[in-house]
T-cell receptor, first 115, second 117 residues
């Protein structure tokens, strides 16, 4: 069975500092990996996704993620966070590129931005 | 990007009543839609897959008689929480995959906050 682990429940970062959110997955085949952001009471917005090819993926809002097969990881990074980045971040894995079979989500990481 | 709309955004209902939540793909057709449930400060859990023209597929542990799903058309899926109880209070989110020229991407609705009192 596939699973996603986000080991950090909360992360606090100062505005302007760099950010890395961790994600590890367990999947039997080639994974399709996603990062979503959720603001309070809102739906999900896709930040970026990895299907194949270049293991460093660029997303929206200045985010990037690197797929490391040997470590079963897909960590999300941003060089300089803004106060508006405060939100809940979910890593997800699917069996197809668009989640056509539904997605398995991690438990999320709550990002807090300090002024 | 594509738009998936859920209605209502929030609803409060009394115990024992039923509540219907709609999920619409506004600018594309979706033969499949997915319903997720999210408890406070928890992750999203896939509840069921809604299939246009056929029965929904439920994940293990999800009561199909409790959560009725109808995929009435290629742009509309509904989730009805029957005989709602306070433990059904949750955030329900739908998603619909859209197949483009190069790949398929899942688009999510804005979610529905259900409170059962």
């Amino acid at each position: 069975a596939q699973s996603v682990t986000q080991p950090d429940i909360h992360i606090t970062v100062s505005e302007g500092a760099s950010l890395e959110l961790r994600c590890n997955y367990s999947y039997g085949a080639t994974p399709y990996l996603f990062w979503y952001v959720q603001s309070p009471g809102q739906g999900l917005q896709l930040l970026l996704k990895y299907f194949s090819g270049d293991t460093l993926v660029q997303g929206i809002k200045g985010f990037e993620a690197e797929f490391k097969r040997s470590q079963s990881s897909f960590n999300l990074r941003k060089p300089s966070v803004h106060w508006s980045d405060a939100a809940e971040y979910f890593c997800a894995v699917g069996s197809s590129g668009g989640g056509a079979d539904g997605l398995t989500f991690g438990k999320g990481t709550h990002l807090i931005i300090q002024p | 990007g594509a738009v998936v709309s859920q209605h209502p955004s929030w609803v409060i209902c009394k115990s024992g009543t039923s509540v219907k939540i709609e999920c619409r793909s506004l600018d594309f057709q979706a033969t499949t839609m997915f319903w997720y449930r999210q408890f406070p400060k928890q992750s999203l859990m896939l509840m069921a897959t809604s299939n246009e023209g056929s029965k929904a597929t439920y994940e293990q542990g999800v009561e199909k008689d409790k959560f009725l799903i109808n995929h009435a058309s290629l742009t509309l899926s509904t989730l009805t929480v029957t005989s709602a109880h306070p433990e059904d209070s949750s955030f329900y989110i739908c998603s619909a995959p859209k197949t483009g020229r190069l790949n398929t991407e899942a688009f999510f609705g804005q979610g529905t906050r259900l409170t059962v009192v």
